[in-house]
């Protein structure tokens, strides 16, 4: 059974850090782009990072560029997701998902197969 399971989540204040991680079990993912989501209450679920299998290629949403970064460590497994300089604006509920192959549009939700639960992540002011 393919597992994702965040965790890092928390509470903050505004201008603090979170490292999120993301590990995968039941298969691994060394080959496969995977990335990250939100969801805001009320809000629909959005694209933030997206890394290539090989970890060269990164693309961001641009409200997070230059404050978060992606990463993986393939060797465990794991993705994940660095956040400094926290905003109000960046508490959601935090979803890693993962897809079996690399499609154009990576920072759609339809591109991706295998999703985890989430993990809440809450700034506060």
């Known amino acids: 059974q393919v597992q994702l399971v965040e965790s890092g989540g928390g509470l903050v204040q505004a201008g603090g850090s979170l490292r999120l991680s993301c590990a995968a079990s039941?298969?691994?993912?060394?080959?496969?782009?995977m990335g990250w989501f939100r969801q805001a209450p009320g809000k629909e679920r959005e694209f933030v990072a997206t890394?290539?299998?090989?970890?060269?290629?990164?693309d961001y949403t641009d409200s997070v560029k230059g404050r978060f970064t992606i990463s993986r460590d393939n060797a465990k497994n794991t993705m994940y997701l660095q956040m400094n300089s926290l905003k109000p604006e960046d508490t959601a509920v935090y979803y890693c998902?993962?897809?079996?192959?690399?499609?154009?549009?990576?920072?759609?939700?339809?591109?991706?197969?295998?999703w985890g639960h989430g993990t809440q992540v809450t700034v506060s002011s």
């Open positions: 998902a993962a897809a079996t192959t690399f499609k154009s549009m990576m920072t759609m939700r339809s591109a991706y197969e295998y």
């Open positions: 039941g298969r691994t993912f060394n080959s496969n782009p």
């Open positions: 890394i290539s299998w090989t970890g060269g290629r990164k």
